[in-house]
């Protein structure tokens, strides 16, 4: 906490420093608009001279602000390989689309274009950058930083939603790569839990609710399913880290209203969930158990194989959410975590739904 108060103090010193150095800067009224010749001219042209200055000042000092920033949408312009290294999307055209569509739900300010804006939100779910950093790239206050992260992570979460889609049975037969349709002819999805470390909480119940065992940290968890193709299909809130895979997948998510009889659904070991599975007719394929016994049969040996080897997709499209989008890498503050006073949604399930709609604008997620 001191690290990060210093932190905080030396880039208000800096700051400070700045805006002297600026006005230093400026062009001084005298400089602009001579005593002299103002004394010389009526009362109207006097108050239009005054307003030039006024006028000029504000120019130069926008024009010294600018030079301060470090970063804009501008270094990224036509430029693919800049625009996936800093934003995760393939390409500029892909950026300026989503720009357009989710733009219209985001009220301006005077501080930066709304490109900036999107560019600086996509920064730190790309790279995990810090509020602080953002600040001094961009050349704005941390408050300002933050207020436009909130506003467009509600916009973008909003807009984009509808790219995390479960598709029909028929859509997902189409789709499915043939080594699956001949194994798995009716698989639907392929389910797995994933976990995001969070600070440690100050309260004794949201600090137990929190901590996993299997990670050893305070962690927020989800459930992902992907689609037969490799695209996120479904994306469930996020619960402590406490809560296990059984109890998560039936009772918390949601994940079963999207059951349709007939479905087929792979999923680990730690899945036992084939009773709640089959009351909405689907079947659940897991790992094979020995049960006691002293080696698996044949049959269950090869069946376990096929299963890791179609299983093994949702890890890589987990791991490349998280590589793609690093702020799911990182801890997360519990300021995150909150709902805002206004939505019932929490940060960090917007922040998740967006990370994943965006993979989802990959050409193809894993080959």
Not at 72 to 86: A, H, I, M, Q, R
Not at 94 to 102: D, S
Not at 270 to 278: K, M, N
Not at 291 to 310: F, I, W, Y
Request: aromatic letters at 6%; a positive charge.
């Amino acid at each position: 906490m001191e690290d990060e108060n210093e932190e905080v103090s030396l880039l208000q010193d800096i700051s400070a420093a700045e805006d002297e150095r600026m006005e230093a800067l400026l062009p001084q009224d005298k400089d602009i608009c001579p005593t002299d010749d103002l004394s010389n001219n009526s009362t109207t042209e006097s108050k239009e001279h005054k307003e030039l200055v006024t006028m000029r000042l504000k120019v130069a000092k926008l024009e010294l602000r600018l030079k301060k920033v470090t970063f804009s949408v501008e270094l990224l312009k036509d430029n693919d390989k800049l625009v996936l290294l800093y934003t995760g999307l393939p390409s500029w055209p892909v950026f300026m689309h989503t720009f357009q569509f989710v733009s219209k739900f985001v009220t301006p300010s005077l501080v930066l274009s709304l490109e900036d804006e999107m560019l600086l939100t996509l920064l730190r779910l790309r790279l995990d950058l810090t509020l602080n950093d953002l600040a001094v790239r961009f050349a704005v206050s941390l408050p300002t930083v933050s207020r436009i992260f909130d506003k467009w992570i509600d916009a973008l979460y909003a807009c984009l939603q509808f790219l995390i889609k479960w598709p029909s049975g028929e859509i997902c037969t189409q789709n499915m790569p043939p080594f699956i349709k001949e194994l798995y002819p009716a698989r639907r999805c392929i389910i797995d839990c994933t976990e995001i470390f969070i600070e440690k909480p100050s309260g004794y119940v949201t600090r137990s609710k929190t901590f996993s065992n299997y990670k050893k940290h305070n962690t927020a968890k989800l459930l992902i399913a992907i689609t037969p193709s490799r695209s996120i299909s479904f994306v469930s809130k996020c619960w402590g880290g406490k809560v296990s895979d059984k109890v998560l997948t039936p009772q918390e998510s949601g994940f079963l209203s999207l059951l349709e009889r007939g479905d087929v659904v792979l999923a680990d070991r730690g899945f036992t969930i084939s009773d709640d599975v089959g009351l909405v007719g689907a079947k659940l394929e897991i790992p094979a158990f020995t049960r006691g016994k002293g080696q698996l049969s044949q049959r269950d040996v090869e069946m376990t194989k096929n299963l890791s080897h179609v299983r093994v997709h949702v890890e890589r499209v987990i791991g490349l959410l998280k590589m793609k989008y690093k702020i799911l890498k990182g801890t997360l503050p519990i300021c995150i975590l909150k709902h805002k006073s206004d939505s019932n949604v929490a940060n960090i399930d917007k922040i998740v739904t967006v990370c994943a709609a965006l993979t989802n604008l990959s050409k193809c997620i894993i080959k």
